[in-house]
């Protein structure tokens, strides 16, 4: 028996791994993800920090990986008659989730926050906000135009 035999072999290349929809897709599952970790500590009354890696110049001259505190900038707010809201963000952008452009969703009572916000994790995972996320990420904030290399050499 051959070595090779042994190996299971499928027919997927690197491209379709590095599918722009799908990334995007788990971006944004990422992003909620860390938004019912923080829905759940609001309700449960606890507190919630959330923290990255950077790399930093240390003490003695080096480069070193650290782990700091990240600002965690909630998705979810209520407003002065005890409403809460949910507002889906793609970057910068709040996702435009009908045709009239709204981009809340109403929650009712705090104890729902996180199941709606389950519940757009599951539309996100199925391809549902697929065409939304798609319009948020192809609309760049704070970009500036550039001339055109025909204007820049006339």
Not at 100 to 128: P, Y
Request: charged residues 30%; proline residues 1%; contains cysteine.
């Amino acid at each position: 028996m051959s070595v090779h035999a042994g190996l299971k072999v499928d027919n997927t290349s690197r491209r379709d791994a590095n599918n722009p929809t799908q990334r995007r897709r788990a971006k944004l599952v990422e992003k909620l993800e860390e938004q019912l970790q923080g829905a759940e500590a609001l309700i449960s009354g606890m507190s919630f920090q959330t923290t990255k890696r950077i790399t930093r110049t240390g003490a003695n001259g080096e480069l070193e990986r650290v782990t700091v505190p990240k600002r965690f900038c909630a998705w979810f707010w209520h407003d002065i008659s005890g409403v809460w809201f949910l507002e889906v963000r793609y970057g910068a952008r709040a996702l435009k989730l009908d045709k009239s452009g709204a981009t809340s969703i109403v929650v009712g009572e705090q104890e729902n926050l996180v199941d709606i916000i389950g519940t757009v994790i599951e539309a996100v995972r199925a391809g549902e906000l697929d065409a939304l996320i798609e319009e948020a990420a192809g609309t760049r904030v704070g970009l500036k135009r550039t001339k055109s290399r025909s204007s820049a050499s006339a």
